[in-house]
């Protein structure tokens, strides 16, 4: 999509053609725009008030002190510089900022969709700078509704041919802020990722991250870096009807090893397969389906264990896809190495038909402004949650007196914002998390927060109030840490219980199991282990194998730690898809145990 500039030559060629045109026949460009009276148009004049400042470099492109010619030494033009909000036509070219017609808004000879163009407006901010939150300069930011060309090339944000929606030459499919809005792809707020005013997840967004492939087809819709599967802020497509399960380890496989068979139809009716295997011995392994072989599983050494995937599709499109030519769905299926079979096993049968309820992940608030509050000035207040619970609180305020602010929450002071002025006013955030990143400056949400009061203040003065908003029915409305000890519960009532070492344990070495319960039952599960020997440990639960736990070591001691909850909201807590409370729990190595017990059960109400 991105066009060739015209050369230096090319450039200066065509001005004198203009000239010479001009010259000959003064009449050919009458109806043009010519500012400074030079004979060159203002649409190809590389300094189009003659002020001798390059349009390329001139903070008023359209406006100043001409240096020779017609107006020697007069002021021409406007008054407003090129990233001024009254400013629509920073060239002067009679076409206006915001027209597909504009291809060079800023007038210097460089397109908008230029690989070499980098400021788009010529505001002297490039396009990338985070104070940049008007690309093209047509007075709507980046984010807001109105703006749906962001970099001004002519392609609308959603169109599919618009392959660099912000204009920084960051491919979409490798940019980190795709719609240059300031907010990271990754990031919880950031709920339009590539700025077309369709939210993320909704029905009417079928290219969350507006990259080659739509949602259907792409394994990372938000292009936040991880993939849909592993992703917590990923919302499943109304046709996505994925169903996993783990196969049977039989006698060949080593203990802890573990194969995952995934099956998911789409409503176009292809088929995707794929198989995950975990800590079984490097090699090739044939996959037989009702009979017929469909392709290898390849296991190789990875990190501190062998690791191998395969993937299957009716239409393969990707390199590493084997072509699905069979009917596999419901049929056993084996794979094995050398004549012996390492798991068994059947091929799940994904849902016909499925309704997804998800509610929205972000539910903002409006603070209202208290006496000391500057007019024009505005407050907000916002929660991410989970299934479980809450999982962040965001306040912000504008346009208020540069300085520090404290944030009061249910009647007590929970941290301070510091506003600053920036290139696009005075703003100040402050963030509270469940296990917050303090590089992030982010403070923990160790307290309760959904529907409580908020005030923001100066001393005495109030600036803004309002109530922290709640999740809806059915989501919970407190952090997930119940109990204020810092730890993830899952939203539920802990209950706790040591297991019992047997003489093979370590001396002074403990595993303890913690299982959350919500009203419809329970909502978590953690197995902690400390002080034992380094290495991996299986989880039996039940007699079944439930995953391991690796046990290292680091400046806090020996320990080690695996999480179940119904909801997983990260890459590393396993879904709590089994029945837990009162079965039998084991941690082994091959045939050594080294702790027993039982989970325990939901308590009395």
Same mark, same amino acid.
Do not use: C, W
């Given at each position: 999509?991105?066009?060739h500039?015209?050369t230096?030559?090319?450039?200066?060629?065509?001005?004198?053609?203009l000239?010479?045109s001009a010259?000959?026949?003064?009449?050919?460009?009458a109806?043009?725009p010519?500012l400074?009276g030079?004979?060159?148009p203002n649409?190809v004049?590389p300094?189009?008030?003659?002020?001798?400042?390059?349009?390329a470099?001139?903070?008023?492109?359209?406006?100043?002190?001409?240096k020779?010619?017609?107006?020697?030494?007069?002021?021409?033009?406007d008054?407003?510089d090129?990233d001024?909000p009254a400013?629509d036509?920073?060239d002067?070219?009679d076409?206006?900022?915001?027209?597909?017609?504009?291809r060079d808004?800023?007038?210097?000879?460089?397109?908008?969709?230029?690989?070499?163009e980098?400021?788009?407006?010529?505001d002297?901010?490039?396009?990338?700078?985070?104070?940049e939150?008007?690309?093209?300069?047509?007075?709507?930011?980046?984010?807001?509704?109105?703006?749906?060309?962001?970099? !001004?090339d002519?392609?609308?944000d959603?169109?599919?041919?618009?392959?660099d929606?912000?204009g920084?030459?960051?491919?979409?499919?490798d940019?980190t802020d795709?719609?240059g809005?300031?907010?990271?792809?990754?990031?919880v707020?950031?709920?339009?990722?590539?700025?077309d005013?369709?939210?993320?997840?909704?029905?009417?967004?079928?290219?969350?991250?507006?990259?080659r492939?739509?949602?259907?087809?792409?394994?990372?819709d938000?292009?936040?870096?991880?993939?849909?599967?592993?992703d917590?802020?990923h919302?499943?497509?109304?046709?996505e009807?994925?169903?996993?399960?783990?196969?049977?380890?039989?006698a060949?496989?080593?203990s802890g090893s573990?194969l995952?068979?995934?099956?998911?139809?789409?409503?176009?009716?292809?088929?995707?397969?794929?198989?995950?295997?975990r800590?079984?011995?490097?090699?090739?392994?044939?996959?037989?389906?009702?009979?017929?072989?469909?392709?290898?599983?390849?296991?190789?050494?990875?990190?501190?264990?062998?690791? !191998?995937q395969?993937d299957w599709?009716t239409?393969?499109?990707?390199?590493?896809?084997l072509?699905l030519?069979i009917?596999?769905i419901g049929?056993?299926?084996?794979v094995?190495?050398?004549?012996?079979?390492?798991?068994?096993?059947?091929?799940p049968t994904?849902?016909?038909?499925?309704?997804?309820?998800?509610?929205p992940?972000?539910?903002?608030?409006?603070l209202?402004?208290?006496a000391?509050?500057?007019?024009?000035s505005? !407050?907000?207040?916002?929660?991410?949650f989970?299934?479980?619970?809450?999982?962040?609180?965001?306040?912000?305020?504008?346009?208020?007196?540069?300085g520090?602010?404290?944030?009061?929450? #249910?009647?007590?002071?929970r941290?301070?914002?510091t506003?600053v002025?920036?290139?696009?006013?005075?703003?100040?955030?402050?963030?509270?998390?469940?296990?917050p990143?303090?590089?992030k400056?982010?403070?923990?949400?160790d307290?309760?927060?959904?529907?409580?009061?908020?005030?923001?203040?100066?001393?005495?003065d109030?600036?803004?109030t309002g109530?922290?908003p709640t999740?809806?029915p059915?989501?919970?409305?407190g952090?997930?840490?119940?109990?204020?000890? #810092?730890?993830?519960?899952g939203g #539920?009532?802990?209950?706790?219980?040591?297991?019992?070492?047997?003489?093979?344990?370590?001396p002074g070495?403990?595993?303890?199991?913690?299982?959350?319960?919500?009203?419809?039952g329970?909502?978590?599960?953690?197995?902690?282990?400390?002080?034992?020997?380094?290495?991996?440990y299986?989880?039996?639960i039940?007699?079944?194998?439930?995953?391991f736990v690796?046990?290292?070591?680091?400046?806090?001691?020996?320990?080690?730690?695996?999480?179940?909850?119904t909801?997983?909201?990260?890459?590393?807590?396993?879904?709590?898809?089994f029945?837990a409370?009162?079965?039998?729990?084991?941690?082994?190595q091959?045939?050594?145990v080294?702790?027993t017990?039982?989970?325990p059960?939901?308590?009395?109400?």
């Open positions: 999509m991105k066009k500039p015209l230096p030559f090319r450039r200066t060629a065509l001005a004198v053609v000239l010479t010259a000959l026949s003064p009449v050919v460009f109806a043009a010519d400074d030079d004979g060159i649409v004049d300094d189009i008030d003659n002020d001798g400042i390059p349009n470099l001139d903070r008023n492109v359209d406006g100043g002190i001409a020779s010619g017609l107006h020697l030494g007069k002021y021409i033009g008054h407003l090129n001024s400013e036509d920073i002067g070219d076409l206006a900022d915001d027209s597909l017609g504009e808004i800023d007038g210097d000879s460089r397109r908008n969709d230029d690989a070499t980098l400021d788009i407006d010529g002297k901010r490039q396009d990338d700078a985070p104070g939150m008007d690309i093209d300069g047509d007075g709507a930011n980046d984010d807001s509704s109105r703006e749906d060309d962001i970099d !001004g002519g392609f609308s959603d169109d599919s041919s618009e392959m929606i912000d920084d030459s960051r491919s979409d499919d940019d795709i719609d809005d300031n907010r990271r792809n990754a990031e707020a950031e709920m339009d990722t590539d700025g005013d369709k939210s993320d997840g909704t029905v009417e967004e079928t290219n969350d991250d507006g990259d492939m739509g949602n259907r087809e792409d394994g990372d938000d292009n936040d870096g991880d993939a849909d599967e592993d917590a802020d919302r499943s497509e109304d046709d009807m994925e169903v996993q399960v783990s196969l049977t380890r039989e060949a496989a080593p573990r995952t068979a995934k099956i998911e139809r789409m409503a176009t009716g292809k088929i995707k397969f794929a198989l995950d295997g800590d079984f011995p490097e090699g090739v392994y044939n996959v037989v389906v009702d009979g017929s072989l469909i392709g290898s599983l390849v296991m190789e050494a990875s990190k501190n264990r062998p690791e !191998g395969q599709e239409n393969p499109n990707k390199e590493n896809e072509p030519t009917d596999i049929k056993p299926i084996m094995t190495a050398g004549g012996v079979t390492f798991f068994s096993g059947t091929v994904p849902q016909t038909s499925v309704v997804v309820v998800t509610p992940r972000i539910i903002p608030g409006v209202t402004q208290g000391a509050a500057p007019a024009g505005s !407050g907000r207040i916002g929660i991410y989970t299934t479980a619970g809450l999982k962040k609180v965001e306040v912000e305020i504008e346009d208020v007196e540069p520090i602010y404290e944030v009061l929450i #249910g009647d007590l002071v941290g301070s914002l506003a002025a920036g290139a696009d006013g005075v703003k100040g955030e402050l963030y509270f998390e469940v296990g990143d303090a590089s400056g982010e403070l923990p949400l307290f309760t927060a959904a529907g409580e009061p908020v005030v923001v203040r100066q001393g005495g109030i600036y803004f109530v922290v999740a809806p059915g989501v919970g409305d952090v997930e840490d119940n109990d204020d000890n #810092g730890e993830d519960d #539920g009532t802990p209950v706790e219980v040591l297991l019992s070492s047997s003489a093979a344990a370590a070495s403990k595993a303890e199991v913690q299982i959350q319960f919500g009203p419809a329970a909502t978590g599960l953690e197995i902690e282990v400390e002080d034992a020997l380094a290495g991996a299986d989880l039996i039940d007699g079944t194998p439930r995953g690796e046990v290292t070591t680091s400046v806090d001691g020996t320990k080690g730690k695996l999480r179940f909850e909801t997983p909201d990260n890459a590393a807590e396993l879904p709590l898809d029945i409370p009162g079965k039998s729990i084991s941690l082994s091959g045939t050594t080294f702790f017990g039982n989970i059960g939901q308590p009395a109400s």
